[in-house]
């Protein structure tokens, strides 16, 4: 009898000891899902975040690492040949990616009108001059004044360019940057390039919607910036 007490006990230890490694497992491989997700906000900014306010995103990550690499997708011919022809007769600079992203709620949004260009994701911060660094950043000690005059500068502040559509319709938008106080960050900002101005009209005649994957390229003509925006396909970004 005791025998057989005690080698009931071993079986039963047993399958509470596989029962035990079989949870385990499931909670390691379920940690491991976890952290192969990207969680992405409106302001462009990735994180590992599972706050469930959050837009939920499986990013590609091949591609992001092939972009990390600078082994991206080159430019489509067409928009090589369309950005020739803007030179009429100058030479152009090499286009040089800006940024790879999915565009999200507010980079389509009418009321936002803008394409927001998170500076901690951009390939290289090199496609500006420092002149061009220098004006765009002078928004930062306008901010110490509150006068009427200040505020119509600072209004003013933006570059006027040239972008390629990804339907290679030539449109004039505006350049500037956005330095926004982070949450919770006593003191800190989070810094965008933006693309404003005729924005809407782009996203309306190009039928750009959220989710879509864009590349930004940039060239000049003439030591002008000017743009393009190519459309990336279907599955560069995929919805989980």
């Not at 660094?133 to 933006?158: G, I, P, Q, S, T």
């Not at 940039?218 to 459309?231: E, G, P």
Request: hydrophobic share 35%.
């Amino acid at each position: 009898m005791f025998n057989m007490k005690g080698n009931a006990l071993d079986v039963l230890a047993a399958v509470a000891g596989r029962g035990k490694q079989i949870f385990e497992d499931h909670i390691a491989a379920t940690e491991k899902k976890r952290e192969t997700r990207i969680y992405c906000h409106d302001d462009g900014e990735a994180s590992t975040s599972t706050a469930p306010n959050k837009t939920k995103l499986n990013i590609n990550f091949p591609q992001i690492q092939a972009v990390a690499n600078g082994q991206h997708s080159p430019l489509p011919e067409e928009f090589g040949k369309f950005i020739e022809e803007m030179g009429n007769g100058k030479t152009p600079t090499p286009a040089t990616l800006v940024i790879q992203k999915c565009l999200f709620y507010t980079d389509v949004n009418p009321s936002h009108n803008r394409l927001s260009i998170p500076m901690s994701q951009i390939m290289r911060d090199d496609f500006l001059t420092d002149d061009e660094k220098r004006r765009l950043n002078e928004d930062k000690e306008r901010k110490k004044f509150n006068d009427y005059e200040d505020k119509e500068r600072k209004k003013k502040n933006f570059m006027v360019v040239k972008i390629i559509e990804p339907s290679l319709k030539l449109e004039t938008v505006k350049f500037c940057r956005w330095d926004m106080p982070k949450k919770g960050n006593c003191g800190r900002t989070s810094s965008s390039y933006v693309i404003n101005g005729n924005w809407s009209a782009i996203v309306m005649r190009n039928g750009l919607r959220k989710e879509m994957g864009v590349q930004l390229w940039c060239f000049r003509i003439d030591q002008k910036l000017c743009f393009a925006l190519v459309r990336l396909p279907r599955n560069s970004i995929m919805m989980v």
